[in-house]
């Protein structure tokens, strides 16, 4: 009978083949994917698009590694090696949003990310915030389920992790929570901050690791709460919690739980570590002591880059350009419903990482951003009284959008779209900082 130190090595052994068959799986769904949206971008005269997509889908992904030591990847020894990585918002699964993917054969949510897909298959890696549930039906608000085809439609457009530790992780339960990981690990997206078991937590120790071209990159991810639920006795540390009393006021920061999992972080001596973080109060511009507190914390642990959402406003991103460190406190709403103010548009962030291949030194040495916007298309309706159906739902590079729009495009945006474009990018230039 095989002995229990057995059984744990041979359970990382498949789960290691599993992630390497869904990193397969990823590449060829990508280029799938991306050659036929290079077929369409040529018959519209888009040849940059076609040219970053094609070789995005030509470039190996990010291999990853849970939460297990690893040994050291290959690194050259001279000269610099520089990356990318692009962070998203919030992913918001609404009855609007489940929505905008349907067709007359099920789901397909193609056209909606198809201008955003060269930001995010441009980078070496990808990451959102997904707050959804991948666990059946019925889709949409009530219980935030959405369509397997939504989460499909991300890893094919250059997605490579979701961050799952905020308000949706127990929406469907514990049951629900360990459906959507595998969903999602299904589609070749690695959930961050959300585990299906108490052998995953073990296994993981609350993080996850990614060699990135030779940069070791460790994401972290923790939430505030989850829509006041908490974790049944059983499931301690199933999710990453920021505070101790996660139920009720977010007083309370566990700096012990959080201080064990950066700890553990720590000594896998990553170049550069990221934490995702659903944090603050929605729909405003306030960033609370406590998360000041939680701020410096992390930062004091090792963390270099500190990614905010939960707001659906874009917040102030801070590059510290002296220690190469970022605090990023809301990056707002990637895709969601757009109907409150200042909702429909926000950013995709890019970092740039740069490694000293001599000496080993790795920061943050460049922050950009690509402000985008969520913009829905009517159509009129033929009977006279009806209502207006919606035709389309887009989420638009800003200034591309702007641009074609002056340029008069055949598929330009309308005035109305236009005019509220120029006033996002100007609220966002604001919201950019360096210090």
């Known amino acids: 009978m095989a002995s229990e130190h057995e059984k744990t090595r041979q359970r990382q052994l498949r789960r290691r083949e599993e992630d390497k068959k869904r990193r397969q799986q990823q ?14 971008a040529v018959a519209l005269g888009l040849c940059a698009l076609v040219i970053m997509l094609v070789r995005h889908a030509a470039t190996p992904g990010p291999e990853a590694v849970t939460g297990e030591t690893v040994p050291a990847p290959t690194r050259p020894v001279t000269g610099q090696t520089v ?40 980078a070496d890696a990808s990451v959102l915030n997904f707050e959804g549930n991948l666990c059946g039906t019925p ?76 940069v070791k990159v460790a994401f972290v991810a923790f939430t505030k709460g989850m829509d006041d639920l908490g974790l049944p006795v059983g499931a301690e540390g199933q999710v990453n919690l920021l505070y101790t009393d996660y139920t009720s006021t977010y007083q309370k920061v566990d700096k012990e739980g959080i201080g064990k999992i950066l700890d553990a972080v720590e000594l896998e001596k990553p170049d550069i570590t990221v934490a ?16 000041k507190d939680i701020a410096s914390l992390m930062q004091k642990k090792g963390v270099d880059a500190i990614i905010g959402t939960h707001s659906h406003h874009l917040q102030d991103v801070v590059y510290h350009e002296e220690t190469g460190t970022v605090v990023a406190w809301s990056l707002g709403d990637f895709f969601g419903d757009g109907e409150r103010a200042g909702t429909d548009s926000s950013i995709i962030l890019d970092l740039e990482i740069t490694r000293d291949n ?14 985008i916007c969520t913009v829905t298309t009517m159509t009129e309706p033929e009977e006279e009284g009806a209502e207006p159906e919606i035709s389309s739902v887009r989420i638009l590079r800003i200034r591309e959008a702007i641009e074609g729009y002056e340029a008069n495009s055949v598929d330009k945006v309308d005035t109305a779209t236009y005019e509220a474009m120029k006033a996002a990018l100007s609220r966002i230039g604001k919201k950019i900082k360096t210090e």
């Open 83 to 122: 990356i990318h990585l692009a962070f998203g918002g919030d992913l918001v699964v609404t009855d609007k949003t489940v929505a905008a993917g349907v067709t007359p054969d099920g789901y397909d949510y193609k056209d909606v990310f198809l201008d955003v897909a060269p930001l995010l298959a441009g």
């Open 27 to 40: 590449k060829l769904r990508r280029r799938r994917i991306l050659m036929g949206m290079a077929a369409a």
């Open 276 to 291: 995702l973080v659903h944090w603050g109060s929605e729909y405003n511009q306030q960033v609370s002591q406590s998360q």
């Open 358 to 371: 001599a000496t080993g030194e790795t920061r943050i040495s460049g922050v950009g951003y690509d402000p």
């Open 139 to 214: 889709y949409g608000s009530a219980d935030g389920k959405a369509p397997p085809e939504l989460a499909a439609a991300l890893s094919a457009m250059g997605v490579d992790m979701v961050q799952m530790a905020n308000s949706y992780a127990l929406k469907n339960g514990l049951l629900g929570m360990e459906q959507t990981l595998e969903g999602l690990r299904r589609q070749g997206l690695e959930p961050v901050g959300a585990f299906a078991s108490q052998e995953e937590v073990q296994r993981q120790k609350g993080f996850t690791l990614r060699s990135i071209h030779g």
